[in-house]
Each structure stands twice: as C-alpha cells, then as structure tokens.
C-alpha cells in the first residue's frame, strides 16, 4: 500500500470522527465542555458514557439503573466503585461543574465530589454544604435543595493562584481526612464539566435543558427562570411558580 494511500485513508478517518463529534451538540448548546458524562442504557444493563471521549476519565463499572423521568440514571455507590476526572493545572484553574443526582437515602449527608490537588483534599461539596479546605470556609445549601428529589447541583470557581501540579475531581468518596459526611449512594445521570467559569446566561442554558430533560425544578439555583439554547425565556418562574413543585 503506497504511503499516500494510507495517508488518505488516516485522514478520512480523522474528518470523520471530527465531524461526528462536531455534530453533538452538548446541553442549551453551550459549547466546548472539557468533560460531559451521561447515563445510558443498552439491553438491560445501565452504563456511563464517556460522550466526548475526555482523556483522563475514570468510570464506575457498575450496571445497575432506573429509567428517571424517561432517561437512563445508574446506580452508583462509591463505596464500591469510582468516577473520577484527572485534570492540568490550566483545565483546572477555571472550573463549571453540573451533576444530576438522586440519593437513594436522604437521612445522612453525603459526598458530591471533592477536588484534590498534589494528592491534597483542597475542596468538597456534600448534600449539605460546599467547604474550602485551603481556607476553612464553608456554605451550607439553602433549604431549596431538597434530598428526597432529583437535583442539579452547580459549583464554578475562578482559581488563577493554582499552583502546578496534579488535579482531580473525584465523584461521591470520602477524602483522605475522612470527614464524617458518608459517601454518595444513589443515582447519577449526567455530569459536565466545563473549564472555564460560565456566564450567567450561559449556566441558565445549561441548567434549563438538563431542568427539562430529567423533570426537576430550576427553584434549587439563584435563576429560577428556564429557557432555550437561544437564552429565551420558555418559562417565567414567578409566573408559574405554583407549578413548579
């Protein structure tokens, strides 16, 4: 085989997969996510898909899942399993992360993620609250996150201090100190990671269509409006807000 031929063909391997990727458009059509994560279901089995094929990923071997809201959602329990996103000092200094979880029991407070860096905890968000371990602060959730239902949860942070080093978003465990919050146990079906800081409008895309898609109520975020991909409003929150449990 000629060496023009082979490179022809390697070329139209590459468009190929390049305008296959192209045509996935990620959630409100907010565009270049680092990371997007979803449940799928094929046969009777339930797995996480890996949409854009992120380096660095690991994901939970678990199979087991529900259908919510008419989309796939696995069982994750990360006693037993991982879900975990290696990042560089530049991907993760600017971070948007939105998850899609439901707890299979609500009576504890449980892990989301933590973020590590150099193998150092250096941040967690539980059902409860989002904590800074570098500087020993702490928010704790407004009442509007309610554990019996599905949820979105949403964390952005700008970090242009990051020293260089290795870091990771791990999902659902418990960190090296062992904090007492238990580890996550429930349903996740989606997650997406963006490396940047998103704007308001931006977040609000991202949250409508993920809101939409698994039936859960925008109340949980500051903006409680939902709209389109176009940032159009499609439904007013104080308008309808007797609908929106």
Do not use: C
Not at 111 to 133: E, G, H, P, V
Not at 137 to 164: D, R, W
Request: charged fraction near 20%; glycine fraction near 4%.
């Amino acid at each position: 085989m000629k060496l023009s031929f082979k490179i022809y063909i390697v070329l139209t391997v590459l468009f190929a997969q390049n305008l296959l990727l192209s045509q996935i458009k990620p959630p409100g059509n907010v565009l270049n996510p680092h990371a997007w994560i979803k449940a799928k279901k094929i046969g009777s089995f339930y797995v996480l898909e890996n949409v854009l094929h992120t380096a660095e990923i690991e994901l939970p071997s678990a199979t087991e899942g529900i259908m919510f809201n008419g989309n796939p959602s696995i069982f994750f329990d990360a006693q037993k399993d991982s879900l975990s996103i290696k990042l560089t000092k530049e991907q993760a200094k600017g971070q948007t992360l939105f998850i899609v979880y439901k707890l299979k029991a609500t009576d504890k407070e449980q892990f989301i993620w933590n973020s590590t860096a150099n193998n150092k905890t250096i941040s967690i968000a539980t059902t409860d609250r989002l904590a800074n371990l570098d500087t020993y602060k702490y928010k704790t959730y407004s009442n509007s996150v309610e554990k019996n239902k599905a949820n979105i949860h949403f964390y952005h942070h700008n970090k242009s201090n990051l020293k260089t080093g290795d870091y990771s978003i791990s999902i659902g465990k418990n960190t090296k100190e062992q904090l007492p919050p238990q580890v996550f146990k429930g349903f996740i079906s989606e997650v997406l990671v963006y490396n940047r800081v998103l704007s308001i409008a931006d977040s609000q895309k991202v949250a409508s269509y993920l809101a939409i898609k698994y039936g859960i109520t925008l109340s949980q975020l500051d903006t409680k409006n939902y709209v389109n991909s176009s940032g159009a409003v499609i439904w007013e929150y104080e308008k309808h807000k007797k609908f929106s449990d």
